[in-house]
């Protein structure tokens, strides 16, 4: 009675009890973060199995790893975490950064190192591609040039999995300028991602 609950990735089932817990989550408390992580797993776990299904070499990293990764990253972040959408923000980021440096790894393996490959959806661009995470991450970092607060949209939509209202939550700004700038950064990667 009274319990709060806080969805799922976009809008899936309630997590019973994240809200207590990113309540009782402050700076250092490492038991609280983890039962945090924990309520939220699957989140991270179906972004990192979505980033992972196309990589060219599936073999050399599995969403678990990827989670465990992420997780030791946003532990050692030690924040207070404000929401879901927070958390997720920031995982989004530190995923990132495993992904590209998985990929630089694998180019430079001296036998066949192809470089790790993820999937834009339909929905991020328009049309669905398989494309180079290093390609992806440095698309973010050009637009990044041109406008911080459009690279981070990306990054959060493509990284994080965030929806419009979460991005718009996480960068303290409307659902229509989310909406307006969108329509700009889908136009602007499918361009800069042209094979």
């Not at 989550?25 to 199995?49: P, Q, V």
Request: net charge positive; proline share 3%.
């Amino acid at each position: 009675m009274g319990r709060k609950h806080r969805r799922g990735l976009n809008g899936s089932a309630p997590i019973p009890g994240l809200s207590e817990v990113l309540e009782k989550s402050t700076n250092g408390d490492h038991e609280s973060f983890d039962r945090l992580f924990t309520l939220i797993y699957n989140d991270f776990r179906g972004l990192a199995k979505s980033y992972l299904a196309h990589e060219a070499h599936p073999d050399t990293l599995q969403a678990t790893a990827l989670v465990n990764e992420a997780y030791l990253r946003l532990a050692e972040q030690q924040m207070d975490w404000k929401n879901r959408s927070h958390l997720l923000a920031v995982g989004a980021i530190a995923m990132r950064r495993i992904l590209v440096n998985h990929a630089i790894a694998a180019k430079r393996q001296k036998r066949g190192g192809a470089a790790a490959r993820v999937t834009l959806s339909e929905d991020l661009i328009g049309t669905e591609q398989n494309l180079d995470v290093l390609a992806v991450d440095e698309a973010i970092d050009a637009l990044a040039k041109l406008d911080e607060r459009h690279a981070k949209l990306v990054e959060l939509r493509f990284f994080g999995g965030l929806n419009v209202p979460e991005v718009a939550g996480v960068l303290g700004v409307s659902v229509s300028t989310i909406e307006k700038d969108w329509r700009f950064c889908s136009a602007w990667l499918k361009n800069a991602l042209r094979p």
